[in-house]
């Protein structure tokens, strides 16, 4: 584990280079989920392809930016799935995006989800390394990641971060949305799912949710690069995870690499509510 750790530390801190001197043009090719993608995001997978191929413990590369599975040492146990830029639209705004990284042995299964790791960029380089807890680590002057802290969630939070064009949500997830805001939740929200929910781990608690829309019934965020390592992550913090009916994300299943599907994670109040709302309906 530590030898992928190494190689996605080395990809992160180049990325983060990249991302200094940006040309945001948009390019015409798109990906697997229809996404048009940005010239960063191309780039950005570019050097994680790189750097992880000369990492003789993986086995095979998934990532968001790629169709099909990029195949690599037979022998090796460990498969990367990644998102390499996660909020890349919000890249003109200079706002924080990450990448996102799942590390699954053997099979691409929740169940064999052994590490996430994600990374932030914004005015601090920071990543997140989970395996038993989520441990925060910062870049310092040396150019070396500095543990900083565990990240760990409580029972309740204040935040409440939703995505997906409102006029498109069920009437269910509108009222539930509301309820909270009736308690006081306050609503903060930028569109990168990594900043998001960087936020409420850091700030201690609350409820991040991408649902089912009209438009997406099976919502938008991809399960293997997106949902399952930040349903790790947050669990390992002490939180909660859903799909609005299950009691955690990691009991589901995909077959297809770039399966989406609706996704709630927070603290364990706020997702208790979630499944005992959506009981009442
Ligand atoms: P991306 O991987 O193409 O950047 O898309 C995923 C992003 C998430 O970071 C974010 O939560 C979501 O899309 C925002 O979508 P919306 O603008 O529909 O709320
Ligand atoms: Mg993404």
């Excluded at 080395?10 to 015409?28: C, H, M, R, W």
């Excluded at 040396?142 to 900083?148: P, Q, R, T």
């Excluded at 939070?157 to 306050?186: C, M, P, V």
């Excluded at 990168?192 to 099976?218: E, R, W």
Aim: with cysteine.
């Amino acid at each position: 584990m530590q030898e992928i750790i190494s190689h996605i530390q080395k990809a992160v801190l180049n990325i983060a280079n990249e991302l200094k001197f940006p040309d945001t043009g948009y390019q015409s090719t798109h990906n697997a989920t229809g996404d048009t993608q940005l010239k960063l995001d191309v780039k950005s997978d570019m050097i994680i392809t790189e750097i992880l191929s000369k990492c003789k413990n993986i086995k095979a590369l998934v990532s968001e930016e790629k169709p099909e599975a990029l195949e690599l040492n037979t022998e090796a146990k460990y498969i990367v799935a990644y998102d390499p830029l996660d909020g890349s639209s919000l890249l003109d705004v200079n706002f924080a995006v990450g990448s996102i990284f799942g590390i699954y042995e053997e099979k691409m299964s929740a169940k064999n989800l052994k590490m996430a790791i994600y990374s932030i960029y914004s005015a601090r380089l920071e990543l997140i390394i989970c395996t038993d807890i989520p441990k925060l680590y910062r870049l310092n002057h040396k150019n070396e990641f500095e543990y900083i802290k565990d990240l760990k969630l409580s029972q309740k939070g204040k935040i409440n971060a939703t995505g997906g064009t409102q006029k498109n949500w069920s009437k269910t997830h509108a009222s539930f949305i509301k309820s909270l805001f009736d308690e006081g939740y306050r609503l903060r929200y930028s569109g990168a799912m990594v900043s998001d929910i960087h936020q409420i781990l850091c700030k201690g608690g609350g409820l991040f949710s991408y649902p089912a829309t009209t438009d997406a019934p099976n919502g938008k965020l991809r399960a293997f690069f997106e949902v399952f390592p930040f349903a790790y992550i947050c669990e390992k913090a002490g939180g909660k995870t859903s799909n609005g009916i299950n009691k955690s994300l990691l009991e589901l299943e995909f077959s297809k690499p770039h399966s989406t599907t609706p996704c709630f994670f927070g603290s364990s109040y706020e997702i208790d509510k979630l499944l005992s709302f959506k009981a009442e309906q």
